[in-house]
């Protein structure tokens, strides 16, 4: 309120114009309240852009865009860019809520309504209001409706929508079967889609989609495949793991609700509600109830193998097309006991970093006592291999290598070495293991398989020593117990 009194209200029209971000926090305050995260931005960026009259987001739980949508519809009344306006949702008492959130502002937000001479009109109900705009000499009309209500003809004033919010309209009901699915297209695409004004009438009319992702086929990603739409994915990691809103959900928390949800075996709901994916599971390698759990490593003696997924230098052509950090170099150690295989620990790293590399090997070799370490022989591993042996006899440490020249494709390789194992119900991993419960879970369709294919050639490595589906301890020089240290979960 200070700031606004020493603002010359020219001046502040012109900087509440430009600046969505100095719009929501000098006249919303109390309902923004954080600092806006970088994906907000962009977010505004794509909203307030006259190329796109067809746009949806997917934004994770908490990622505050039917807020954000509340503010942009704000904002259009404001600065009299908007003559009708419907918000559209799976019930009309859903968009009724966003209604009263606006209604609220401009009869109780005086800073906002006196700024821009904002009042009530003629109509003032929870279901359509009307709202008289002194500075812009302008009346737009809010009206609240389900996607299954009267959504076709809307014009008042002679003024067809001219932007029609559609806030999460799918839902798991009307979502279910395909008979719904494309009923709930036809109603978007038909009735709502082709209800929007004309850009020959007003160049900033908008229909925006905001869904969360119920099914491949649903609404959201018929958008992502139309040319005609520009969608954005806001999942709550950004691609190096962190939070994407560390201000509200810092990134130790986020990945500590994740392990929960994991525990509880409700992954898919995480990855629906939280990283914005979703996949069929007739289209899956691997089901996620093959995994088993541990809290606690067995008392038996345990052979534990390393492997190595690494990421070869980058090539000339990579490092132009600013791909140096593309993927992520990933070991994982497991430990073999009985007919049980446990994954026991791994470490990932993006790009290439060689120093990284050998520093992870040596500590996770001396902490889990490894048996082998399992090397392709491949380009770059190869290499690899001659680099940590150099490294053996700099420090006196040495381990056994095996390489192996896979020549299989890299899903059959995975597939094959892991599918068996799992459904079985022989792999035990820990809730902590989260990239690869959910690399697991939603194979093939991963952006990233690194720890899944480390652990894919620890399990091969490991697998070589069962026999009958019990390992064979023989022949395994010095197998001893974990130390009480390990045998805990991490």
């Known amino acids: ?74 904002k259009r009344i404001a600065f009299g860019t908007s003559r009708t306006v419907m918000f559209v949702s799976a019930s009309q008492e859903h968009s009724i809520v966003s209604l009263n959130w606006l209604r609220n502002q401009i009869e109780r937000n005086h800073t906002f309504s006196r700024t821009f001479g904002l009042t009530p009109g003629n109509k003032w109900t929870e279901t359509h209001f009307e709202v008289e705009n002194a500075v812009a000499g302008v009346r737009t009309n809010v009206i609240a409706v389900g996607i299954t209500g009267q959504t076709r003809g809307f014009n008042i004033d002679d003024f067809r929508p001219d932007l029609i919010v559609v806030d999460d309209p799918c839902d798991e009901d009307n979502t279910a079967t395909p008979e ?29 989609l905001l869904q969360t992702s119920l099914d491949n086929d649903d609404l959201i990603n018929q958008c992502h495949r139309d040319p005609h739409f520009a969608t954005r994915r806001f999942p709550c990691f950004d691609a190096d793991g962190n939070s994407m809103w560390e201000e509200r959900f810092p990134t130790e928390q986020l990945l500590k609700d994740k392990e929960s949800h994991i525990a509880r075996n409700q992954l898919h709901m995480w990855l629906k509600e939280m990283e914005c994916s979703v996949s ?103 290499t690899l291999k001659w680099i940590l042996e150099q490294e053996m006899l700099k420090r006196g440490q040495f381990y056994q290598i095996n390489s192996v020249d896979d020549k299989r494709r890299k899903r059959h390789r995975i597939v094959q070495s892991i599918s068996g194992v799992a459904s079985a119900k022989r792999l035990y991993v820990h809730a902590s293991h989260t990239d690869f419960v959910q690399q697991f879970s939603s194979y093939p369709n991963v952006e990233h398989e690194d720890v899944l294919e480390a652990v894919s050639m620890a399990v091969a490595e490991a697998e070589q020593w069962v026999i009958n589906g019990n390992l064979v301890t023989e022949n395994i020089p010095s197998l001893s117990p974990l130390t009480s240290q390990w045998r805990h979960a991490p």
Request: charge should be positive; charged fraction near 25%; aromatic fraction near 12%.
């Open 1 to 74: 309120m200070e700031l606004i009194n020493t603002i010359d209200p020219k001046d502040l029209y012109v900087l509440a114009a430009n600046d969505s971000d100095f719009f929501c926090r000098t006249f919303f305050p109390s309902t923004f309240r954080n600092t806006s995260p970088r994906f907000q931005r962009e977010l505004w960026d794509v909203l307030e852009d006259r190329r796109h009259r067809h746009v949806g987001f997917e934004v994770f739980r908490g990622g505050a865009k039917t807020t954000t949508l509340r503010a942009f519809t704000a």
């Open 180 to 208: 719904q699915r494309k009923k709930i297209e036809n109603l978007f695409f038909g009735a709502l889609e082709k209800s929007l004004t004309p850009a020959t009438e007003n160049p900033d009319a908008k229909i925006v």
């Open 280 to 382: 069929s599971p007739e289209m899956l390698d691997f089901r996620p109830d093959w995994l088993q759990y541990w809290n606690v490593l067995p008392e038996e003696p345990m052979a534990t193998y390393l492997a190595i997924d690494p990421v070869p230098p980058p090539s000339s052509n990579q490092s132009k097309k600013s791909l140096v950090k593309k993927d992520f170099e990933c070991l994982a150690v497991v430990g073999a006991t009985g007919s049980k295989i446990y994954l026991l620990e791994y470490a990932a790293n993006r790009g290439h970093t060689p120093a990284w590399t050998v520093a992870n090997y040596f500590r996770l070799a001396e902490k889990w006592r490894i048996l082998k370490t399992r090397v392709e022989t491949v380009a770059y591993q190869a």
